[in-house]
């Protein structure tokens, strides 16, 4: 627990219909910090993610992100809050009504009313430090590699400079090299901006690069919480199944029904 | 009595509907009243909806136009009334054709396209990337449509509406051998003003409607590429609906004393 965290969660439920997705989520990150929420499939991951970033409501408890409460938080205070956030979706999910540079743009031309010419610029700057070429600026994004759309995805985020940044999945659906990569950029974008960190993930190689911490969620609930060193040396057997993806072990998994 | 349940469960999920769309046509409004204004989109949703739907508008109301004139000649000519076919003709396109066949075919064109292109939105989750770049989604994508809707339907019917009347006019000249002054003459003698707007209202009623359940069934799709096809279908089902109910409502509203 830190004095001022700039994420906390303090006993989060959400349910959909009969079903208790999140069942008391207690979570705090700290200024800098990078944590990575690992977990199974269904575990209740981005449904935390979402209810942080106002994307869901929660059904009760508290949300603070950046000292403001998102829990039943007005639409103008959540769009000041996400002023200063950024978000990496699983799939990108690029606007395919755009070209490479006005997705990264975006968020400095339609957030911080920057010109669309100094936007442009800053977007080019952005295109580098992920690693692309002005080349690919005036491209659509479905005529990128998920790779590369992964990588103007994150260009997107980090555009507007923000405090708290948000990976959904990173690595899901790339090849090693290019999950390394990803990884890689993720790191040093957090380090430069100096930015808070969530990951959400279930690859645990990617988890132990771009985290400090880790919790992983099961059944609506953090089980375990602790430094990535700690991970290995750990006496949680949910953790230690996890982590060793035994079929065997006390995760009540999907596949034990199949 | 077994029968009952599923009968209330339709109506109970009909009602649930009519609720939904009418939140979100209460939101759309707020939000088109209030800032922020994206005048580039709503600029760019104009040129979408109005003047790529002109060709399609323009060859429904020319063909719709000229039908109308063969169909009134050879109906009034079985008592001596055949004068009254260019009468006939403007007034059928410009307080009903005209708007309705353009509604339906910017309905088909426009709602399935609009709700297309926002379910996808939504299912690949551009909608709440939106969100996290503090975006409303709602006055981003919602009301520059609606607004264009609106705005565009009017302008369309009305050249649709002279389109149409000019197909009457082709055919009542050159295949009925109507005098062309006179069959100008009838044209406008017995028109108006009120046979304009009310399909122009009409119009402007219909691009609202069109664009509305457009956005609502693309912004509740779900499900992947089923959920965005059964959007498109819904948009253009019940914008159809809606726009044959309001047709009758709004000729009410200004045609009964």
Known sequence: MTDNPKISLRDVHKSFGPKKVLQGIDLDVAPGESVAIIGGSGTGKSVTLKCILGLLDADQGSILVNGEQMVGASRSLRETVLSKTGMLFQSAALFDSMNVWENIAFGLIEGKNISRRAARDIAMERLADVGLGPEIAMLSPATLSGGMQKRVGLARAIATKPEILFFDEPTTGLDPIMGDIINDLIVKCTRDLGASAITITHDMASARKIADRIAMIYQGRIIWNGAVSEIDSADNPFLRQFVAGDIEGPLDLDLKHL | ?257
């Open chain 2, 1 to 257: 009595m077994p029968i009952f349940a599923p009968v209330g469960r339709m109506f109970l999920a009909f009602f649930a509907v009519v609720g939904r769309v009418t939140v979100f046509a209460v939101k759309t409004v707020g939000h088109c009243v209030t800032p922020r204004f994206y005048f580039r989109l709503i600029f760019k949703q104009m040129c979408e909806i109005g003047y790529f739907s002109l060709p399609v508008v323009a060859m429904t109301t020319l063909f719709a136009g000229m039908v109308l004139a063969l169909q009134s000649y050879s109906g009034f000519s079985r008592f001596s009334a055949e004068s009254a076919v260019a009468t006939v003709v403007v007034i059928s396109m410009t307080r009903e054709l005209g708007p309705v066949l353009a509604g339906l075919m910017v309905a088909g064109r426009v709602g399935a396209a609009i709700a297309a292109e926002i379910g996808t939105m939504r299912v690949t989750e551009q909608i709440d990337a939106l969100v996290t770049l503090s975006t409303n989604p709602f006055k981003y994508l919602v009301v520059p449509r609606v607004l264009a809707g609106l705005l565009t339907l009017p302008l369309l019917v009305f050249i649709g509406d002279i389109i149409g009347v000019l197909g009457g006019y082709i055919v009542g000249v050159h295949k009925l051998d109507f005098n062309s002054g006179s069959y100008i003459k009838n044209t406008f003698e017995y028109l108006e003003v009120l046979d304009v707007v009310s399909g122009l209202v009409k119009a402007s009623v219909f691009g609202f409607i069109i664009t509305l359940m457009g956005c609502y069934h693309g912004y509740h799709s779900k499900g992947g590429a089923h959920g965005v096809g059964q959007a498109t279908t819904n948009a253009v089902v019940s914008s159809s609906i809606l726009i044959l109910i309001s047709n009758y409502v709004v000729t009410e509203l200004f045609f009964t004393r």
